[in-house]
């Protein structure tokens, strides 16, 4: 089977960092998405990850270690535009994903 | 411009009835998917298809039905058998061996 655990909930202030964690356990992996969905939306891509390290687009950077199954989202000078809900999503063959339980980012001014 | 568009955004629908939600993409994506998500949860994977005329179920196909006869179309229909019907219905496309899925607005199906 496939599951994926990422936090609930988080709440940050504006313009600081936040972290949002993904673990994973799966048959097949050829990489971690990121998503953000806004409420009522559809959900939008942020990035993806196949390799270990970094990956950096602007204010978002997503990190993942396939050693440890683990990936993080990390959001730098939060705006309250990033109030929404992030999912992270295991790719496995044939470009299906499996999608985790969504974290529901709360910014604050 | 290129997208994938989904209707009705919000349909009504008294139990027992069979209805179709339709998904048409204009990307020329060969991989079509339909998700479902409930309140404060993920998205499930319901039925995908990775070229006209052949779909996949996926995790939860039970009472749900699809077709591929085009390669821009790929509708859902919920049948009577689904015992719990009302959720958010996404469909999304993919190009072959692509990393990324491009969502639809979504249909917000209520049973009553």
């Known amino acids: 089977g496939q599951s994926l655990e990422q936090p609930s909930e988080v709440t940050a202030v504006e313009g600081a960092i936040v972290q949002i964690n993904c673990t994973y356990q799966?048959?097949?992996?050829?990489?971690l998405s990121w998503y953000q969905q806004h409420d009522g939306g559809a959900p939008t891509f942020l990035s993806y990850?196949?390799?270990?390290g970094l990956e950096e687009t602007g204010r978002f950077s997503s990190f993942l270690s396939r050693s440890d199954s683990y990936g993080y989202l990390l959001l730098q000078e939060l705006q309250m535009k990033d109030s929404a809900s992030y999912f992270c999503?295991?790719?496995?063959?044939?470009?299906?994903?499996?999608f985790g339980g969504g974290t529901r980012l709360m910014v604050k001014p | 411009d290129g997208g994938i568009t989904q209707s009705p955004k919000y349909l009504f629908r008294k139990e027992g009835q069979n209805v179709t939600l339709s998904c048409e993409q204009n990307l020329n994506h060969d991989a079509m998917y339909w998700y479902r998500q409930d309140p404060g949860q993920g998205l499930r994977l319901i039925y995908y298809s990775q070229i006209v005329n052949d779909f996949q179920k996926g995790d939860i196909a039970e009472g749900y039905s699809v077709s591929r006869e085009k390669k821009e179309s790929f509708p859902l229909t919920v049948t009577s058998a689904q015992k719990n019907p009302t959720a958010f219905y996404l469909c999304?496309?993919?190009?072959?061996?692509?990393?990324?899925?491009?969502f639809g607005p979504g249909t917000r199906l209520t049973v009553l």
């Open positions: 999304a496309s993919s190009i072959e061996g692509g990393d990324t899925q491009y």
């Open positions: 999503a295991v790719n496995n063959a044939g470009n299906m994903l499996t």
């Open positions: 990850n196949a390799l270990d």
């Open positions: 799966t048959s097949g992996f050829y990489g």
